[in-house]
């Protein structure tokens, strides 16, 4: 079992940043592929980042690729969502996932793929 607990959301102003962490429990933290997914109120859950067990490999919505950077620390047991140029369109409940992976550089963009989730934080981003 693996539990997830997301924080660092916030209300920032268009243009800002905000940097989300997701802590992991466990010892096996590398063998698990992480994602991050966000859903704004009355939409569905939508896919944004996604790394691979080892960090190697990283694979972002085209929405936000160029602004948000994925990362990953073994140590830690965390997963971060950099989060760059900041506008309102990218306010909504952000939320990580875990699935074990089936190699070190596999990565997966589907939320049905991830069988661990957080709690989510929320982000707001203000014109």
């Known amino acids: 079992q693996v539990q997830l607990v997301e924080s660092g959301g916030g209300l920032v102003q268009a243009g800002g940043s905000l940097r989300l962490s997701c802590v992991a429990s466990?010892?096996?933290?590398?063998?698990?592929?992480m994602g991050w997914f966000r859903q704004a109120p009355g939409k569905g859950r939508d896919f944004v980042a996604a790394i691979s067990g080892s960090g190697d490999v990283r694979f972002y919505a085209f929405s936000v690729k160029g602004r948000f950077t994925v990362s990953r620390d073994t140590a830690k047991n965390t997963v971060y969502l950099e989060m760059d140029s900041l506008n309102p369109e990218d306010t909504a409940v952000y939320y990580c996932?875990?699935?074990?992976?089936?190699?070190?550089?596999?990565?997966?963009?589907?939320?049905?793929?991830?069988?661990?989730w957080g709690q989510g934080t929320q982000v707001t981003v203000s014109s």
């Open positions: 996932a875990a699935v074990a992976a089936v190699s070190p550089y596999h990565y997966y963009r589907r939320g049905d793929d991830y069988h661990y």
């Open positions: 466990g010892r096996t933290f590398s063998s698990f592929a």
